[in-house]
């Protein structure tokens, strides 16, 4: 097994050899860096769907119950709240609690005091379903890092960090 993991073709090295070979002027050593984490989001991506969709739920559903979840008890949050938690964006909220709570995995509920504000709240179901599905996930993830030791998971997140920030910081969208 190893050895046929060793000699499966690199798409990214043979996309910079080609590269090199045609402009050999260009520095395509971003390449190198950015194409091989865009091909493990999609293959991590693909893997992460899958996963969560076996139990009837979206990502975006999953996202939702995480953040209520990690909230603690009594796992209630507000629209805004969820939006803020940064796995859930604003625009998609009330449709993905609409699906959640047709599924019996939320409840909304107004708030006694200020009857503008409205909570959504994980269900005994959806309490279960949660810690079910994330269980797995977990499960899911660290089969997908398993080819990394611990030291290698901690300096990957870490250098990982660095690069959200590097990214972050090289300026707006479409320049640098």
Do not use: C
């Not at 991506?45 to 559903?61: D, F, P, Q, Y």
């Not at 629209?79 to 940064?86: F, H, I, K, V, Y």
């Not at 200020?114 to 797995?136: I, N, P, Q």
């Amino acid at each position: 097994m190893a050895e046929r993991k060793a000699t499966r073709q690199d798409a990214v090295t043979q996309i910079v050899a080609d590269w090199a070979r045609e402009r050999p002027e260009l520095d395509t050593s971003p390449l190198e860096v950015l194409a091989r984490l865009h091909r493990s989001f999609l293959r991590y991506n693909t893997k992460l769907n899958a996963s969560i969709e076996r139990h009837g739920l979206s990502v975006a559903g999953f996202d939702v119950l995480t953040a209520l979840r990690r909230s603690g008890t009594p796992y209630r949050l507000t629209a805004g709240q969820l939006a803020d938690s940064g796995l859930v964006s604003s625009a998609g909220v009330t449709l993905r609690m609409d699906r959640l709570e047709k599924d019996g995995l939320i409840v909304r509920e107004r708030d006694a005091v200020d009857r503008r504000v409205v909570y959504s709240r994980l269900t005994d179901a959806g309490l279960a379903k949660v810690d079910e599905v994330f269980t797995e996930h977990l499960d899911n993830e660290n089969r997908m890092l398993a080819g990394l030791s611990p030291s290698e998971r901690r300096q990957l997140a870490r250098l990982l960090g660095k690069l959200e920030h590097s990214i972050v910081d090289s300026g707006p969208d479409g320049e640098s």
